[in-house]
């Protein structure tokens, strides 16, 4: 394998890299001579497999091949080159045919020079295939550009796409959050107007709990009011499921035993499943059994008012919206009851103030059975 030839920086120069691949040293002084100077490099090798080792080291643009190479067959050597990369071709037959000609474009070859050929006639056609090849050269690093910005625009696409699935995930969540907002905001004002005008007791609890439970759908609902003496009592209810010889027994054990247990607790307090109930209510646990429920102390400066329970079945459990309507109810009707409470008990001490005795049991068995059969 011989080396390329110098280069003359005073001539004219075809940014190419040539192989030259002939065994006919007076071919390769004479295309050595046509060439040195006019393109980029200029290497030689005798053999088709010295040829396929120097392409595979130092790529070539043009590949000037002679047809008659020792025991090898130029136009094979030029098919197996050109799967190395693109370049183009000038094949050296004595006498091209036209089956030359085809064999020689589908291996890459661009033309077919006669050794005949005048020596101005082969240094034109080979400098016209040296611009083509430094085109094509060209035209791939273009096309190498081209994909390496693709990949990197496929890059940014994907991150830019990503990062609109994560806005619009938060604008989603956003508009939840704005319009369960809302929702409360419109649901304070309808309540808080209706509770304002309740300035007794039973009123304000019939009004609060025909309000829940329109929301809520059908739901247990009892609300515990403490007496003077620190017990509870019944002071309203709402029957939807629970049998109604039992449901009175059930109530009185549950002002014992959930009121209590939750009177110092704050917000809105979940209970689902045997051993939450027997943790909170112990002994009354299986009064609560199967049953989901929510709890609301409602507390103000330290002092528990009231306390509101709502139960039902743990097929259908409560929502978070449903803890959000329970938690808005709660606090609106603590405000209210506070109201009630300072005007009845005007005249008294604050230290002596105390919630009003609950209505007795035929009356608020009466409205407690009815509401529960309508709901």
Known sequence: MEQPTPQHDNRPEIPVRVLVVSARSSLKRRLGDMLGGR???????????????????????????????????????????????TLSGVVIVESPSADDAVRAMRA???????????????????????????????????????????HTLNGARQQVSGQVGELCNDLVEAY?????????????????????????????LRTTLEYALARLGPTNAAVFL??????FSLGA???HDVPREHAEVMLDHLADSLAPAFQDRDGVQGLSGP??????????????????????SCRRDDECLAVIALFRDTTRAFSE?????????????????????????RHLPKDQWGVFDPPHTDEHDEWGEDYGQAA
């Open 39 to 85: 393109v980029e490099s200029v290497a030689f090798a005798r053999r088709g497999t010295d040829a396929i080792d120097l392409a595979g080291r130092e790529p070539c643009d043009l590949v000037i091949i002679d047809r008659d190479l020792p025991g090898e067959d130029g136009l094979e050597v030029l098919e197996r080159l050109s799967e190395t990369g």
């Open 108 to 150: 890459g070859a661009c033309d077919l020079i006669s050794p005949r050929t005048r020596t101005g006639e082969v240094l034109r056609r080979i400098e016209a295939a040296a611009r083509r090849a430094d085109r094509n050269r060209r035209r791939d690093q273009r096309v190498e550009r081209l994909k390496k910005l693709c």
């Open 176 to 204: 939840r959050d704005m319009s369960d907002q809302l929702t409360e905001v419109r649901m304070t004002g309808e309540l808080n107007a209706l509770l304002r005008q309740e300035l007794e007791i039973e009123g304000l």
């Open 226 to 231: 403490p007496s003077s003496g620190g017990e």
């Open 237 to 239: 209810y709402v029957n």
């Open 275 to 296: 051993a939450e109930m027997q943790a909170w209510l112990g002994p009354d646990a299986h009064w609560m059994e199967d049953r989901a429920v929510l709890v609301h």
């Open 321 to 345: 919206e449903n803890v959000r309507t329970v938690r808005v109810v709660a606090e609106l009707f603590t405000a209210q009851l506070e109201r009630v409470i300072r005007v009845h008990h």
